[in-house]
């Protein structure tokens, strides 16, 4: 299996943008958790779906924020409009059934000018 | 409410010499607990992890935790350290709505030649 897949791998953007983020899960895999990692709060969990349902989006820091997941193989982060304190290195993880593993995506680090 | 402590921002070893990063937790049950590795630019992996098994865990890479109840503690050791062991270390907890991971703020770890 190639991984928790994620696009882009690095993206620039000008205050007020639309960013979408991508992720691909590992096959299977029926839980899915987007999170935020920052230098001065280090890694938030944002939002967890389980089969394709958001179950926990307490992490979202704010209604700019929104996350999709149409489908067992994709699901999206969207930031509108983008700021610059939204800069910070987003990843998307995976597991089976829960917690007991979550296999990590490589991330894609946002920057917003 | 469960919440992660990793007492050491920067760990600074010898090659060949021994490892202790150390982490403290706060939970109202006993709780999985986790290690995971952050190489530069790269996703987190799993090290090891704890699930009310044996107290002491081995997980990849020479690595190993020691489960401490009274202590509430969950150091991660190697005997000898390696380097391509330099990478961030980070320490977590199963929250307490399920499926939700607590990181603690990491370890980074520089091992000199």
């Known amino acids: 299996d190639a991984g928790v897949i994620q696009s882009p791998r690095h993206e620039v953007t000008e205050m007020g943008q639309e960013v979408t983020l991508r992720c691909k899960p590992i096959?299977?895999?029926?839980?899915l958790f987007w999170y935020r990692q920052t230098m001065m709060r280090g890694l938030e969990l944002l939002i967890y779906?389980?089969?394709?349902?958001?179950?926990?989006d307490s992490g979202m820091p704010e209604d700019r924020f929104s996350a999709k997941m149409p489908n067992a193989s994709f699901s999206t982060l969207k930031i509108q409009p983008s700021e610059p304190r939204d800069s910070a290195v987003y990843f998307c993880?995976?597991?089976?059934?829960?917690?007991?593993?979550?296999?990590f995506g490589p991330g894609t680090r946002l920057l917003v000018l | 409410a469960q919440s992660v402590t990793q007492l050491d921002s920067h760990v600074s070893v010898s090659e060949g010499t021994p490892v202790l990063l150390r982490c403290n937790y706060s939970?109202?049950?006993?709780?999985?607990l986790f290690w995971y590795v952050q190489h530069p630019n790269k996703g987190l992996q799993l090290l090891l992890k704890?699930?009310?098994?044996?107290?002491l865990v081995k997980g990849i890479n020479g690595f190993e935790a020691e489960f401490k109840k009274s202590e509430t503690s969950f150091h991660l050791t190697k005997p000898s350290a390696h380097m391509s062991d330099a990478a961030e270390y980070f320490c977590?907890?199963?929250?307490?709505?399920?499926?939700?991971?607590?990181f603690g703020s990491g370890t980074r770890l520089l091992v000199r030649p």
């Open positions: 993880a995976s597991s089976f059934s829960g917690v007991e593993t979550q296999y």
């Open positions: 096959s299977g895999h029926d839980y």
């Open positions: 779906f389980n089969n394709n349902v958001p179950i926990d």
């Open positions: 939970s109202s049950y006993s709780p999985s």
């Open positions: 704890y699930t009310s098994a044996a107290t």
């Open positions: 977590s907890i199963e929250g307490d709505s399920s499926y939700k991971l607590i």
